[in-house]
């Protein structure tokens, strides 16, 4: 048996060793809870800058 | 038979044989009576092209026989078939045009052994949208006596008899029938064998490859020596060995030191000093089956199916196997998994023989044309079958062994109740956990998505993706998957995780993401395994033809996510544990899988 879960499209960044290993076509051995990503920001979140994250110099 | 000789159609005979005579070794002695026919291929359907012994010896009475139902003269114009049965063997032709002579020049393999069976009965239908199948005429033919008779033809044109009266002559119908070279036979096994294992589909074995098989042909010793093996087999000192150097291995190596012990395919222990016999069986065994089974013409009933074949169609086979061990047959084949607690390659390790059944039947348009031609129903039946069986209460005693059989895979620590507490088999599959057995990550955080299942997972960002890497049907689609009741267009190019559960998981899911459950829905459909060889086979679709439910959970910060419950051979009972409407938070159980239909 299987389970498949489809998210929209740039809804979900996908952990990145889960993604290499698939496209390896290898599959990844996980349990329930372990974490499977994180949601996408929003298109415009993550086109502006965290000014946080900004230095003046 | 009834037979009277014609005149052959372009038919050119061999006056001397052209290979070796050493190659014509079939039971440790030559064949001084085989002579070689060789035919021209007209383009029509009738002769192969490709060498044809016809038998003057009874003795030699065994191997694959190439009968071909040419054609026919009937008293009136319908549609015809015809059909060939011997033994447990029938085989049909496609319908011919609606016509009083028909010609179908169909070709079928039988096989044919020592003390088997020889008398083969041709029945010709008419057939038409009022009247079905309805029998008009039949023959019996020796075969025996066919293949021994000298004759200037190789064809021969038998008269048919009425059904209700053997003295009323309803037509004529001509037949054609050679015993296959053994050489010829021995090379189609190789070719058969050499494109299951495969794996990189490169029409060569490197050396992987050539282990895998020699390991699943059952012998320890050659196991040991498969090095050796494989430098005897390479003779052109490649590094691979070719279609041609596997045949030949198979047919010095068994002469003289029996590879094969085993079959791969169904397990039996084959019969070492029957060489021929051996490469028979297999090459059946790896067309269509144990050879238990009935062919007719491509297409298989429930009747006729093997039972113990067709479990072989999922990884569950092994589950009716554990209690004599998975190495029964041949030796255990492996899959590699990354384990993503221990950051290691694990192998889980899966019966070779049943990896070469799956590729067999998954992978190949023959295997396939099977299942389309009524195993679909019955996989189905034996799910249901299975279903029933671990329900009842008898079941409980399997647990234990099952237990024991995966020991290092199954932790009883966090498992709820102790094993005394289930009733039945199909209770401790659905078992549930402590609370606490599976910790939910950043369990605070609704943004962050967690794995619904324990199992074996495939994540790619979008379909092109998955398509490139793994899933290979051919018609494998979003909507496909989602089925018609659900829009698409919110999936469409979205990204795809996939958790595969294995026997022994825990067979419970839950929700990966906190929301609402906003809809079911039900989609009817086959029950192939979810194995990736059915997965990453062309011809198949698993993900878009399996019985599934479809929900649809609303989330604030993922939008809507499909959770597609797949069911597959074996475990086809899906059952969900919350309904339309229930908001639900990560990690929640959702459901389960159970045996069943």
Same mark, same amino acid.
């Given at each position: ?10 809804? =979900?960044? =996908? ?43 | ?65 190439? +009968?071909?139902? /040419? ?14 049965? /011997? ?49 008009? &005429? ?66 060569? +074995? ?82 269509? &089956? ?61 019966? &070779? ?147 595969? +559960? ?84 990560? &990690? ?10």
């Amino acid at each position: 048996s299987t389970v498949i879960c489809v998210f929209e499209k740039g809804a =979900i960044q =996908i952990d990145e060793d889960l993604l290499v290993n698939s496209a390896r076509s290898l599959e990844t051995l996980v349990s329930v809870g372990m974490k499977l990503g994180v949601a996408a920001r929003k298109q415009s979140e993550i086109d502006l800058p965290n000014l946080k994250n900004c230095v003046l110099e | 038979g009834h037979g009277s000789s014609k005149s052959p159609p372009e038919v050119e005979e061999e006056s001397h044989l052209s290979r070796p005579k050493q190659k014509l070794h079939i039971h440790g002695h030559q064949h001084p009576h085989l002579r070689r026919i060789f035919r021209r291929s007209h383009g029509n359907g009738y002769g192969s092209g490709t060498s044809c012994l016809k038998l003057v010896n009874a003795e030699d009475f065994a191997g694959i026989a190439l +009968l071909t139902l /040419i054609s026919a003269e009937m008293k009136f114009k319908d549609k015809w078939l015809a059909c060939v049965s /011997i033994g447990e063997q029938t085989f049909r032709t496609e319908i011919s045009d609606h016509t009083e002579k028909p010609v179908w020049n169909s070709e079928k393999k039988l096989i044919l052994e020592r003390n088997g069976p020889h008398v083969a009965r041709i029945s010709v239908f008419e057939t038409n949208r009022i009247s079905k199948n309805n029998l008009i &005429g039949y023959c019996e033919i020796d075969l025996l006596e066919f293949l021994t008779r000298d004759l200037d033809s190789d064809f021969e044109v038998f008269e048919l008899f009425d059904p209700s009266s053997s003295d009323i002559i309803v037509g004529k119908i001509s037949i054609s029938c050679s015993v296959e070279d053994p050489i010829e036979t021995e090379k189609s096994f190789a070719r058969r064998i050499l494109s299951i294992v495969d794996y990189n589909e490169d029409g060569q +074995l490197s050396f992987s490859e050539f282990s895998e098989l020699i390991k699943a042909f059952g012998n320890q010793v050659a196991a040991n020596k498969k090095e050796e093996l494989f430098k005897a087999a390479d003779k052109n000192g490649d590094g691979v060995v070719s279609m041609d150097e596997l045949a030949d291995l198979l047919s010095i190596q068994q002469e003289k030191e029996p590879l094969i012990t085993h079959c791969p395919v169904c397990g039996e222990i084959l019969e070492v000093s029957d060489r021929l016999s051996t490469v028979v069986h297999l090459s059946i065994c790896f067309d269509e &089956g144990t050879g238990n089974q009935i062919m007719t013409g491509g297409f298989l009933t429930d009747k006729q199916a093997s039972y113990g074949w067709m479990f072989k169609l999922s990884e569950w086979a092994h589950f009716s196997a554990y209690d004599v061990g998975l190495n029964f047959g041949s030796s255990a084949s492996h899959i590699l998994v990354f384990d993503r607690r221990t950051k290691r390659l694990v192998e889980e390790l899966i019966d &070779g023989k049943i990896v070469m059944s799956m590729r067999a039947i998954y992978q190949s348009k023959i295997g396939l044309q099977l299942i389309d031609k009524g195993a679909k129903e019955l996989l189905i039946s034996i799910s249901e079958k299975q279903g029933r069986k671990m329900n009842a209460a008898e079941s409980a005693k399997d647990i234990p062994q099952f237990v024991e059989f995966f020991k290092d895979q199954i932790n009883l620590a966090e498992v709820k109740y102790p094993l005394e507490n289930f009733k039945t088999f199909n209770e401790f599959f659905i078992r549930e956990l402590k609370p606490g057995a599976r910790p939910i990550a950043f369990m605070e955080r609704d943004d962050v998505a967690v794995c619904a299942a324990d199992s074996r997972l495939m994540a790619f960002k979008n379909i092109e993706d998955s398509l490139r890497f793994w899933i290979k049907g051919k018609k494998f689609s979003i909507q496909g998957l989602l089925g018609k009741e659900i829009s698409s267009s919110t999936f469409v190019d979205g990204s795809l995780v996939i958790f595969r +559960l294995a026997p022994q998981d825990y067979h419970r899911f839950h929700v990966p993401v906190s929301g609402t459950v906003e809809q079911f829905v039900n989609v009817p459909g086959n029950l192939y395994t979810v194995n990736p060889i059915a997965v990453n086979s062309e011809y198949c679709n698993v993900f878009t033809e399996n019985k599934r439910v479809v929900s649809i959970i609303s989330t604030a910060e993922f939008g809507k996510v499909a959770f597609v419950a797949i069911g597959a051979t074996m475990v086809g009972s899906i059952t969900f544990l919350k309904k339309e409407g229930d908001s639900v938070k990560k &990690g929640d159980e959702f459901g389960y899988f159970s045996f069943g239909g």
